[in-house]
Nanobody, 122 residues
């Protein structure tokens, strides 16, 4: 059974930092062969890609460039999202997705985690 479990979310003040983790299990192929994306969804808004890592390439949405960093530890089947200089508009549920046949970050192929809440508030 494939599972992706996110952790590390919570309440943080503006300007603070959090590190999210996404640990995968039950994958049919090696973890390193999957592209992993972090997405977020705020109430009333469409889910959007925040950051993605595929092979040695990374991609970030413009609002988080310079503040967020995605990385992976294939030995631990885990992808991280380091979030610095957090802003209230970063508040959302953050989801990770493992994509087995990468074409784009909006592909319907892949496995979703359950999400972890990030709240940025003073």
């Amino acid at each position: 059974q494939v599972q992706l479990v996110e952790s590390g979310g919570g309440l943080v003040q503006p300007g603070g930092s959090l590190r999210l983790s996404c640990e995968a299990s039950g994958l049919a192929s090696m973890f390193s062969e999957y592209a992993i994306g972090w997405y977020r969804q705020a109430p009333g808004k469409q889910r959007e890609l925040v950051a993605g890592i595929s092979g040695g390439s990374t991609e970030y949405t413009d609002p988080v460039k310079g503040r967020f960093t995605i990385s992976r530890d294939n030995a631990k089947n885990t992808v991280y999202l380091q979030m610095n200089s957090l802003k209230p508009e970063d508040t959302a549920v953050y989801y990770c997705k493992a994509i087995w046949a990468f074409t784009s970050w909006s592909t319907s192929l892949g496995y979703w985690g359950q999400g972890t809440q990030v709240t940025v508030s003073s």
